[in-house]
């Protein structure tokens, strides 16, 4: 029988419920137990039954189907829920001598009755709750201030450790609480492809696990591999908690495990304040190996019984609180300093250090920012850096260790020429890093740009990774980016032979498919591609929108170029500069001959909104942020990001900023609903 090809309803229906329960067998085993059962490929097989199941029968896809751990779901509006049970913070210390405060307040409180606590590993992450009723996740939660949070269900639902049916017994209904984390490996391999594709890395794993939760696209949230750790279970008032095993902290958490939630195995009961500091102490070390980031160790009184009788502050439970560990601190002798050119020509100084043991890693390099900074640190050769690493990933070098600093020490010399082409550095007015003004044969400069230009939100050829440019730039088949355009599939078969990654006959056909495809790309994508120093994303769209198109964008004078909403004096004086350059322009008209768009082709919507200026707020149920403002572009209208007398119209929507709405009202700036703009741009 052809599985995906079910007559009568009711094999349809045992059949998913049967690959329900095996892909969520599988999935605990893998996410939980860390056991892969079966291949990939049978996974994956099951997996596309069951999606190809429920797209036939939608009337049988289950609310919490394993088939919404990939993901689907787009929400252009966390809607703001208010909390059953509020979500306090605990209260934090960099002290011991407050720890030993907190015990000793908390045994004179209790008296003569026996208790324990519990020490836990404090994650480094984002606090959730998570509503179970009869075994089902209906509902997830940010912390948000403490009493509402933003609803981020489907986003929850793709995180593999988050169970979406409980096992075994449980209550009929609870909330779990605990930690979104992003793992070491999973964050580094994403901040890697972000760094490829052109994008800004994040600069630490809680700060990305923080914005992964509230992506719009759920199945964009599912490629995140974020981790959910559980640690506290809240139960309706009218459960008896005096029984096992609800009557100590330590309990529900083991019971929590056997419900199939990924509680963290290092908790530890202690008795006294001896065995609290030893706990600390311990981690303070051993947090280095672990897979994930925690930033301190949290203290609760075991004995559920005795936190109504600490009871609570108006912020944090008097029964619970958190040390955070200080960032480590270590010193290096400075060996010397190098000099990386980027993409734009900024030159970055580099601290080459004697390495050192720091965070579980051995440390051998950090960036020393700029001239500016080198001085402001009154760093001399030989000094010995303190270096620290703290929530961040990357080690940062925050002072001089002056008690090893040498009697005649020299200040460093900044260089004063390119250490890549040789070429004399130059320092913009009002700019902290010097740059590298030979853009056209500077070679980190050139392949930083080829790079740019394939990137995702430039041009997306996404079949060139910066090994494969590295490898036409060295055989001298690519110097520029016109140069993409003018490549021929027998030009790439067979290179890479030295490397061991040779490019054969279908992976040259995919390349020049791609470059081929890349010819669909808009004008503001293809301006941005061009890498103009100071012109992001946003500043291309706006400059495309403004000209219209390339030709008229040649023809600019400064001053036009100071009409452009948000493009100041520098920006402008770049993009004269870029186009005045002899060989840009040769690259330029080299792209317009292969076909790319040199003309804006967005058709515009009217001009119903000339002459108005908007500034928007909050969030909106039929539009993102994104599009209302492209609404109001696309209709003639001006979008604004502050509120003056200038302003037209305030589009306001649930959870606006107050001091807009304020200053709105004090100048009588009408206010308008998301319908009150549906209806002024319908009419």
């Known amino acids: ?294 930033d301190g160790i949290v203290i609760k009184v075991n004995q559920v019984a005795l936190w109504e009788q600490l009871g609570l502050t108006a912020k944090s439970p008097r029964w619970a609180i958190a040390y955070k560990f200080k960032a480590q601190r270590v010193s290096s002798p400075l060996q010397s300093i190098s000099y990386q050119v980027g993409r734009t020509g900024i030159v970055t100084p580099v601290a080459n250090m004697a390495p050192v043991s720091l965070g579980g890693t051995v440390v051998r390099r950090a960036t020393l920012n700029n001239a500016d900074f080198i001085r402001s640190l009154d760093i001399r050769e030989h000094d010995w850096l303190f270096i620290e690493k703290g929530g961040e990933i990357i080690p940062k070098i925050v002072g001089i260790d002056s008690t090893h600093r040498l009697p005649d020490a020299r200040p460093v010399a900044y260089i004063d020429r390119c250490p890549e082409c040789g070429t004399p550095l130059v320092r913009a007015e009002g700019e902290a890093g010097h740059y590298c003004p030979n853009q056209d044969s500077c070679p980190p400069q050139q392949l930083g740009r080829l790079e740019h230009f394939v990137s995702r939100k430039a041009m997306n050829i996404d079949t060139l990774g910066a090994e494969r440019i590295k490898m036409l730039f060295d055989n001298g088949l690519v110097r520029d980016v016109a140069d993409f355009y003018s490549l021929r599939r027998e030009q790439l078969i067979g290179l890479g032979v030295d ?106 919507q009217g001009a119903s909104l000339q002459g108005l200026t908007f500034v928007v707020s909050g969030v909106f149920e039929h539009f993102s942020r994104d599009e209302i403002k492209e609404s109001i572009e696309l209709h003639g209208g001006k979008v604004s990001g502050s509120i003056s007398g200038k302003t037209s119209y305030l589009l306001a929507g649930d959870k606006m900023g107050p001091e807009k709405l304020k200053k709105a009202e004090k100048l009588g700036i009408p206010i308008l609903s998301e319908s009150d703009y549906e209806n002024m741009i319908q009419s």
């Open 1 to 294: 029988m052809d599985l995906f090809n079910y007559q009568d309803l009711e094999p349809v229906r045992q059949r998913v419920k049967e690959l329900s329960n095996l892909i969520d067998h599988y999935n605990y085993e893998y996410y939980m137990n860390d056991r892969s059962l079966v291949s990939d490929y049978e996974f994956d097989q099951l997996l596309n039954e069951l999606i190809c199941l429920e797209k036939q029968h939608p009337e049988l896809s289950l609310p919490n189907s394993p088939t919404r751990r990939v993901g689907g779901e787009v929400n252009k509006s966390f809607r703001q829920v208010a909390h059953r049970f509020p979500m306090l913070s605990l209260g934090n210390t960099y002290s011991i001598g407050e720890i030993e405060d907190f015990e000793a307040r908390t045994r004179r409180l209790i008296g003569e009755t026996p208790f324990t606590y519990t020490c836990e590993l404090k994650y480094d992450g984002v606090a959730i709750s998570l509503t179970y009723k009869n075994g089902e996740l209906v509902q997830a939660l940010t912390r948000g201030n403490g009493a509402v949070g933003d609803d981020i269900t489907s986003n929850a639902r793709t995180i593999g450790t988050i169970p979406l049916h409980l096992r075994g017994d449980y209550p009929d209904d609870f909330e779990a609480r605990g930690e979104v984390v992003y793992p070491f490996e999973a964050f580094e391999s994403f901040n890697q492809q972000r760094i490829d594709e052109g994008d800004e890395p994040f600069a630490n794993p809680r700060n990305a696990a923080s914005g992964s939760l509230k992506l719009q696209s759920s199945a964009e949230c599912a490629k995140r591999k974020l981790m959910f750790c559980m640690y506290f279970m809240m139960l309706p008032s009218d459960i008896d908690v005096s029984r096992p095993p609800l009557d100590t902290h330590s309990a529900r958490l083991d019971w929590a495990r056997q419900m199939g939630f990924k509680v963290q195995p290092y908790i530890k009961e202690c008795a006294n304040i001896q065995e609290i500091k030893s706990f600390i102490d311990y981690w303070d070390e051993a947090r280095w190996q672990l897979p994930f980031a925690i």
């Open 499 to 604: 490397s061991g990654a040779t490019i054969q006959d279908r992976s040259a056909d995919n390349i020049i498919e791609a470059i081929r495809n890349s010819l669909s790309v808009p004008f503001e994508r293809v301006l941005f591609a061009l890498g103009i120093r100071y012109v992001g994303e946003v500043g291309a769209k706006k400059i495309a929108r403004y000209f219209k198109s390339m030709d008229a964008l040649l023809a600019a004078s400064r001053d036009e170029l100071l009409q452009v909403e948000d493009i100041g004096e520098v920006t402008a004086d770049a993009v004269l500069s870029f186009f005045s350059d002899p060989h840009q322009r040769e690259v330029v008209f080299r792209l317009r001959e292969a076909g790319l768009h040199m003309n804006l082709t967005e058709v515009s």
